[in-house]
């Protein structure tokens, strides 16, 4: 990827307890530029199925940014390696989720994913997202 075309997708996922209340979170990042960030509840579920969530939402936006070349970097070694098939995936609803996610990755071109240490800045913004959301969710009841 150049700098001129370089899309890439930063998402994340938590869950408070496991499973608990549940939220995702992603940032779209386009020549080193955030262009696009977004979060939602998912309600109760474990940290792993809002990972998957994250991956899903995330995919989903940005299309609006390209059908090229993207880069997809969470901080869930799981599901980088489940999506990458270094990993058997032997829940069937983790499986269910990586069907939303395979195809979702038919609407680009090429498709890479990357696990990225919790500490990338960008990991820390879609971190930050899902907190403000499960706080808000916490307030709101």
């Not at 955030?34 to 936006?61: C, D």
């Not at 038919?106 to 500490?119: I, M, Q």
Request: aromatic share 6%; proline share 2%.
């Amino acid at each position: 990827m150049t700098a001129t075309d370089a899309v890439t997708l930063y998402t994340d996922g938590a869950s408070r307890g496991n499973p608990g209340d549940a939220a995702w979170a992603y940032v779209i990042v386009r020549d080193g530029t955030v262009v696009a960030g977004r979060s939602g509840f998912i309600g109760t579920a474990t940290n792993n199925v809002a990972e998957y969530h994250a991956v899903i939402n995330g995919l989903e936006a940005a299309r609006a940014f390209t059908c090229d070349r993207l880069e997809v970097r969470s901080d869930s070694e799981l599901v980088v390696r489940q999506l990458t098939g270094r990993y058997r995936i032997t829940k069937e609803h983790l499986a269910d989720l990586a069907g939303e996610v395979r195809q979702r990755v038919r609407n680009f071109a090429e498709v890479r994913f990357e696990s990225v240490p919790r500490e990338h800045p960008c990991i820390q913004v879609a971190d930050r997202l899902c907190n403000e959301t499960l706080d808000a969710e916490r307030r709101r009841r």
